[in-house]
């Protein structure tokens, strides 16, 4: 029995550690590369690839019951393992394509960033600081699903050049809010 739960507790610490190993965060200068995704292709997808990208938070909430600003790490992230391509289908444009997803997920920890730098936060912190992600989030989705419609995921170069200059753009825009 003793032997079931110490092999329990690893498994669990082990699933953990993979976890936090699964994700690889945004970093100025560094690119994606194909062999980033890791997962297998979704045959029944009619994309080329997809890269899965998202913002993670942690925060500290102070004995007092309120948030502390300067103890918040916000940080973009590439999912390598959730990520995946199909190399017959794909080319630099697509990776590219992939790269400024990725990137407008930075701008969104950016953004997220400033927002909390700048309020107020209250004992009521926890509804406070949910309040801002689910705003960032759900601007984050939206600019991710109006890049791709405009794009035509990259099939639209022209746009794709676009979208590119205006993510880097805004990454410069809140360059003061970079990790």
Known sequence: MKRTVLLLCCLCLLAGLQRKSARMPWRAGHTLRWSDFQALPDEHS?????ANTGISHR????????????????????Y?????????????????????HFDISEVH???????????????????????????????????QQQF?????????REAEIRWESNV???LRKYRHWAD
């Open 46 to 50: 009619g994309f080329s690839a997809s």
């Open 59 to 78: 925060y500290t909430i102070s004995k007092a019951g309120v948030l502390d600003p300067s103890k918040s790490i916000i940080k973009a992230n590439f």
């Open 80 to 100: 390598p393992k959730l990520s995946w391509y199909k190399p017959e289908l794909i080319d630099e444009f697509t990776l590219k394509h992939e790269q400024t």
């Open 109 to 143: 920890a950016r953004m997220f960033r400033k927002a909390v730098a700048e309020f107020q936060f209250t004992r009521n912190s926890k509804a406070e600081i949910q309040k801002i992600y689910k705003k960032i989030e759900s601007s984050r989705r939206k600019m």
């Open 148 to 156: 791709d419609a405009e794009t035509e995921h990259s099939v639209d």
């Open 168 to 170: 880097e753009a805004l």
